[in-house]
């Protein structure tokens, strides 16, 4: 009776202990409260949209409410736009001048601050300062600086007997003027970007290369580079990214011109749908940008990827 009640009382408290166990490591879905916060947000505003504007851009729609279905009559509008093709030249132009000079200037200023001085701690802050300004701040900053027969670049070509670049009025000239001012404004967190990764490659190896009496650029180029690449794919994703979404900086500096040879796409959604009230047209240019973006971003990452594996 006794050993008969001591095996029971074992397998009761082996019981407990089980379900003790299985308590711990079963899922508790109350956890989803800690994240439901962000969920919602995320839902609220990023999957409803996009779903939303996938739903107006077959519609046709204006300010009054949506109207009928109109199925892919939006899209084929655009395909036979010729501003808006354009537009998408001028946008993938914008990004092929700012995203390189982003990534390379922002690594060589990394490289070059990459150091634990006051001076260069100073100048990481003077680098990254322009980074908080607002795009109406940039802009005012750059159209002084552009601005013909009296901007500060028209002063300092005079001092030579010169005449300085009509950057805001030469059709030429006005998308790398706009790049120019974006680089000056977003260079900030590339920079940053890169000092991390950086600082978080072990110093062993600069010793053990240093022993090996191996140059700077052999320690830059087998190195620094390779431990860093995951982060220059980043940087250069996230600038894709932002970079296709010029808007503050051509609607504040030249508002598409001259002859809408710096109009990118944003602001011929904005147009589209706020000026001609057009929103059907412009929830469907919105679908397209946001094709072009991931798109653009996914064939960087896969290129990348294959790269460092063959490597």
Known sequence: MAEAALNGQ??????????????????????ALFVAPYLLIFVALLVVPLFWGIWLSLHKADAFGVGKFVGLTNYI??????????????????????????????????????????????????????????????????????????????????WFGATAPAFLSDARLAMIGIAIATVWWCI?????????????????????????????????????????????????????????????????????????????VVLYIYEAAFTKWDLGLGAAASEVLFMMILIAAMAQYIASRRKGEEG
């Open 10 to 31: 074992r397998v009761a408290a082996h019981a407990a202990e089980r379900r003790n166990v299985q308590n711990i490591n079963a899922p508790q879905w109350r956890n």
């Open 77 to 158: 509008r655009l395909y036979n736009d010729r501003i808006f093709l354009q537009a998408i030249g001028n946008t993938f132009y914008f990004v092929f001048l700012t995203v390189p000079a982003l990534a390379i200037i922002g690594l060589l200023l990394a490289l070059a601050l990459n150091r634990r001085t006051r001076t260069a701690a100073i100048l990481r802050a003077f680098y990254f300062s322009s980074s908080v300004l607002s795009v109406t701040i940039v802009t005012l900053i750059w159209r002084i600086v552009f601005i013909g027969n009296f901007g500060l670049l028209a002063t300092i070509y005079g």
């Open 188 to 264: 900030g967190l590339p920079m940053m970007l890169f000092l991390s990764a950086l600082q978080q490659v072990p110093g062993e190896i600069y010793e053990a290369a240093a022993l090996d009496n191996a140059s700077r650029w052999r320690t830059l180029w087998h190195i620094t580079l390779p431990s860093i690449r995951r982060t220059f794919v980043l940087v250069v994703i996230i600038q894709i990214v932002l970079q296709f979404q010029l808007f503050g900086q051509a609607k504040l500096m030249t508002q598409g011109g001259p002859n809408n040879v710096s109009k990118p």
